[in-house]
Nanobody, 120 residues
Framework: QVQLVESGGGLVQAGGSLRLSCAAS?????MGWFRQAPGKEREFVAA????????DYADSVKGRFTISRDNAKNTMYLQMNSLKPEDTAVYYC????????????????WGQGTQVTVSS
């Protein structure tokens, strides 16, 4: 069983930056970040392989967000730069049950979410 705890959300002005963290307990494989804005479905943001050598990003965040992980600390990060009001959402970290590679679906373990609000 994997437990995930996100932190680092908050209120920031457009153009600003935030770094989200996801602390995991238990063995993790591929991991990812997702987000859900009010009235919208949860969407993929970024994913990272077990080794950290492969990453994948949604087009909407490519070039602005960077996903990384520190396996020694069992922690994943999402550095978010040049934030826009449309990035406002609850951000969730997720852990895949088996794959070592990047994945956009098939996640079984989810954190409780952290709110990110970007003001214009």
């Amino acid at each position: 069983q994997v437990q995930l705890v996100e932190s680092g959300g908050g209120l920031v002005q457009a153009g600003g930056s935030l770094r989200l963290s996801c602390a995991a307990s238990g063995r993790t494989y591929a991991m990812g970040w997702f987000r859900q804005a009010p009235g919208k479905e949860r969407e993929f943001v970024a994913a990272i392989s077990l080794s950290g050598s492969s990453t994948d990003y949604a087009d909407s965040v490519k070039g602005r967000f960077t996903i990384s992980r520190d396996n020694a600390k069992n922690t994943m990060y999402l550095q978010m730069n040049s934030l826009k009001p449309e990035d406002t959402a609850v951000y969730y970290c997720a852990a895949h049950p088996s794959t070592l590679l990047v994945a956009r679906r098939g996640y079984d373990y989810w954190g409780q979410g952290t709110q990110v609000t970007v003001s214009s």
